[in-house]
């Protein structure tokens, strides 16, 4: 199962999703994109204004205790271009870079687990299993 940067950030946080997230990633093993993890240090620092030794330092024990990070290779760096060219749409599948590097990465045999619309969206299109965890509000692709 590949995670998404929001299922990283509601565990990180803490936040009213981050039980049943746990519980979903809990024996499982997961990766996550080297890409999606810096865009957790982005939204933990930028957004939630956590402290960056905070915020680095509970990123390392997630990276070591639940989920393997994954280079961005060249190949890895093309289908993620590739398929943000064939998906993105401003209104419906608003799919960043760094999104795709989710999707991506879970080519071609991997789940991947997210509560963003867009990226479910995108990542059944590209004939992906999703695992739809919920967002802050409870909600769920």
Do not use: K, Q, W
């Amino acid at each position: 199962m590949i995670l998404d940067t929001g299922s990283i950030v509601s565990v990180l946080l803490g936040d009213a999703a981050a039980v049943e997230v746990s519980s979903t990633l809990d024996g499982r093993e997961c990766g996550v994109s080297v890409v999606n993890a810096a865009e957790v240090l982005d939204v933990l620092t930028r957004v939630h204004r956590t402290p960056v030794d905070d915020a680095s330092e509970a990123l390392d024990r997630f990276l070591a205790d639940v989920a393997r990070p994954i280079p961005a290779t060249r190949a890895l760096s093309e289908r993620a271009a590739l398929i943000r060219a064939r998906h993105y749409h401003r209104r419906d599948r608003d799919v960043s870079l760094a999104d795709c590097f989710a999707i991506a990465t879970a080519v071609p045999d991997a789940d991947v687990a997210t509560s963003d619309t867009a990226i479910a969206r995108v990542a059944r299109a590209e004939r992906l299993g999703v695992i739809a965890l919920p967002n802050p509000r409870g909600r769920r692709p």
